[in-house]
C-alpha cells in the first residue's frame, strides 16, 4: 500500500544503514523538552525520532481521529505523515520506540514560503520571541526559526 506516493520499498531505501550512517552521527539530540534523539534520512525525505513509551501510547490513541483527519481533508492536511511507529528490543540496549515521519521542510520555496510550527496543544511557555509581525513584510523567510502554540495564535 502506498501513502501519498511513497511505497515500503521508498522508505527501506530511505533508512538504508550504509546510506544513513552519517546522518545518524550528525543527529540531533535534546534540542526540545523531550531530549528525544532524531535524525533525517539521507535523502532528506524522512525524519527518524526516538518517542517515550507515554508519546507512543498518545500517537496510538489519537491515530483512527488523525486517519479520518487526513481522509476528511482529502489527504491535503499540513499535520505530518507518520508513517510507522516502532519498537527495538535488543539484548545490548534498552528497548526504545522510534517513528518515521514525512519531512515537511522539503518543500520550501519563495513561491509558497512556509513558517514552521511546533505544536503541542498548549499555550504554557509556548512562544518564541521574534521580530515583530515578520509573516507580514516582503520577505516572510526571513524568520527561519521554529514557533510554538502561541506564535500561531497571534498570527
Not at 552519517?22 to 534523539?37: D, R, T, Y
Request: charged share 25%; with cysteine; proline share 2%.
Amino acid at each position: 500500500m502506498k501513502l501519498d506516493g511513497i511505497s515500503s520499498e521508498d522508505i527501506m531505501h530511505s533508512l538504508s544503514v550504509e546510506l544513513n550512517r552519517n546522518q545518524a552521527f550528525k543527529a540531533g539530540q535534546g534540542a526540545g523538552a523531550s531530549g528525544s534523539f532524531f535524525f533525517f534520512s539521507y535523502d532528506h525525505r524522512f525524519i527518524i525520532k526516538t518517542m517515550t513509551n507515554s508519546e507512543k501510547n498518545n500517537l496510538l490513541e489519537m491515530l483512527d481521529d488523525l486517519i479520518l483527519h487526513y481522509k476528511a481533508g482529502n489527504n491535503s492536511s499540513l499535520i505530518a505523515r507518520i508513517y510507522g511507529v516502532f519498537r527495538v528490543q535488543t539484548n545490548s540496549f534498552k528497548p526504545f520506540n522510534f517513528m518515521i515521519m514525512q519531512n515537511t521542510c522539503e518543500f520550501d520555496s519563495y513561491e509558497n514560503p512556509r513558517i514552521t510550527f511546533d505544536l503541542k496543544g498548549s499555550t504554557i511557555n509556548r512562544k518564541i520571541k521574534t521580530n515583530e509581525k515578520f509573516w507580514l513584510t516582503d520577505d516572510p523567510l526571513s524568520f527561519s526559526g521554529v514557533l510554538k502554540d502561541q506564535n500561531l495564535i497571534e498570527i
